[in-house]
């Protein structure tokens, strides 16, 4: 199986910064859409953004184009999510998921799953 590990949450102020990390091992990380979640307390897990095997293909939610940005690194088996201009109702935690194929938004149909990390965003 595909092992992931997320990294990098915290608290920051409303209209700060913050990247998160996903480390991958297990298989080949190369192969694999990654998908970026995050889940609310008493709310449902929603898709923030995605990413291509290659890096060539990126999508993102609504709330969030224009303020993040998914890439990955495949020599380093990382993904990451970099997080500007954040609000109040970015507070969330944060979930990267690993897909074989034709996941995009669904997170029903990614394969393997994070543990998650903490971003709490404060005004």
């Known amino acids: 199986q595909v092992q992931l590990v997320e990294s990098g949450g915290g608290l920051v102020q409303a209209g700060g910064s913050l990247r998160l990390s996903c480390a991958a091992s297990?298989?080949?990380?190369?192969?694999?859409?990654m998908g970026w979640f995050r889940q609310a307390p008493g709310k449902e897990r929603k898709f923030v953004a995605g990413i291509s095997w290659s890096g060539g293909s990126t999508w993102s939610a609504e709330s969030v184009k224009g303020r993040f940005t998914v890439s990955r690194d495949n020599a380093k088996n990382t993904v990451f999510l970099r997080m500007n201009s954040l609000k109040p109702e970015d507070t969330a935690v944060y979930y990267c998921?690993?897909?074989?194929?034709?996941?995009?938004?669904?997170?029903?149909?990614?394969?393997?799953w994070g543990q998650g990390t903490q971003v709490t965003v404060s005004s």
């Open positions: 998921a690993a897909c074989r194929s034709g996941c995009y938004t669904s997170a029903e149909r990614y394969d393997y």
């Open positions: 297990g298989r080949t990380f190369s192969t694999y859409d």
